[in-house]
């Protein structure tokens, strides 16, 4: 959906560059043909050409094969494109012009047609996929800045918080020992409660984390969410033994759960459930989780800062990786996210 209101966005924007080059390019060459009529189409069909072949480098050529380092290809792709479509738009406007054998290789002016024509068109379109070049570098640049911006600013905080829960940390150890062995179930959450701090204090210091890890934190979440609830509750946590050997965002997918626990309903004539599944399935990690919801709910938000910021994140430490989609139907909530790994 993002893409596609992207799409929207400019491409009236693209039209009215496209206008006006054929308006400066036609009031600048119609004198040289013998009627208006011959001019304007001939203008059209070569700021046509111009603007497929910029579009077919910039679109196909460029992300497909030289940000893929494959300059040999890249290479031999772009002069092809160019002298098929200098033979192709040359044999067209003889035909525009009456004369077909203009362009021929007997005929005596056809070095010269070949230099107005194939030499203005390699440089044009050059110039065109070098805006593009820029463009992306220039984004390229604003994102860094923006993701060491925010990493900055999370390590701020997260040394902030240090403060606290350190001390809070110390606290559950003493607080697990006075509680009653007979009490196993209290021990158990709180063990679980002080591994999940452990995790966040200690082992979240690189910019990556193995999915190990991240998983076991959900598992941890998860169980003590299931002792707050009673038989009416069904919880379901499913990984598959695929999900291991590559690294993810620390607390990327934590924010989904908490969302889903936070808006699960309350019926008391069926069940309320939440449902979350990880797998790993030709290159990517696939994570979803579904959560019943209140029929006649309709004017709380689900979601919050909480999913604003996680998806701020993908944005910017995914990009062009990742695929999330968002399902809000009339009795339950999901999420699909599918993230391509290093491996």
Excluded at 63 to 82: C, D, E, H, Q, S
Excluded at 148 to 171: G, R, W
Aim: glycine share 4%.
């Amino acid at each position: 959906m993002r893409k596609r209101s992207f799409f929207f966005r400019y491409r009236l924007h693209h039209v009215l560059i496209w206008m006006l080059v054929f308006c400066l390019w036609y009031y600048l060459r119609y004198q040289d043909y013998s009627t208006r009529e011959k001019a304007f189409k001939i203008t059209l069909l070569k700021v046509t050409d111009l603007a497929l072949m910029i579009y077919l480098a910039n679109y196909v050529l460029v992300p497909a094969l030289l940000y893929r380092k494959k300059y040999v290809w890249f290479g031999l792709g772009y002069l092809t494109m160019i002298l098929l479509s200098s033979y192709g738009k040359m044999q067209l406007i003889g035909s525009i012009l009456g004369n077909p054998g203009l362009f021929s290789i007997t005929s005596t002016n056809f070095k010269m047609r070949v230099y107005d024509n194939l030499i203005p068109h390699f440089f044009l379109v050059t110039a065109g996929v070098a805006v593009k070049l820029v463009m992306d570098y220039i984004r390229t640049q604003q994102r860094l800045n923006e993701m060491a911006k925010e990493k900055a600013e999370a390590e701020l905080n997260f040394l902030k918080s240090q403060i606290n829960p350190h001390f809070l940390f110390n606290s559950l150890n003493a607080v697990y020992f006075l509680i009653s062995k007979e009490n196993s179930e209290a021990r158990q959450a709180l063990h679980k409660f002080s591994d999940m701090l452990r995790y966040q204090l200690y082992e979240m210091n690189g910019a990556s984390i193995p999915i190990e890890k991240e998983v076991a934190y959900l598992k941890d979440y998860v169980d003590l969410q299931k002792l707050r609830k009673d038989e009416n509750y069904r919880v379901e946590f499913n990984c598959g033994p695929e999900v291991k050997g590559f690294s993810i965002e620390p607390l990327l997918l934590i924010p989904f759960v908490e969302n889903a626990f936070k808006h699960i309903s309350h019926k008391t004539n069926e069940q309320n459930f939440v449902r979350l599944n990880m797998s790993r399935q030709n290159g990517h990690f696939v994570f979803s989780i579904e959560n019943s919801k209140e029929t006649d709910r309709t004017t709380e938000k689900h979601g919050g800062i909480g999913l604003s910021n996680v998806k701020r994140r993908l944005e910017l430490l995914y990009p062009g990786n990742y695929e999330l989609e968002i399902k809000s139907r009339e009795d339950s909530y999901g999420v699909h996210l599918k993230l391509k790994t290093d491996q």
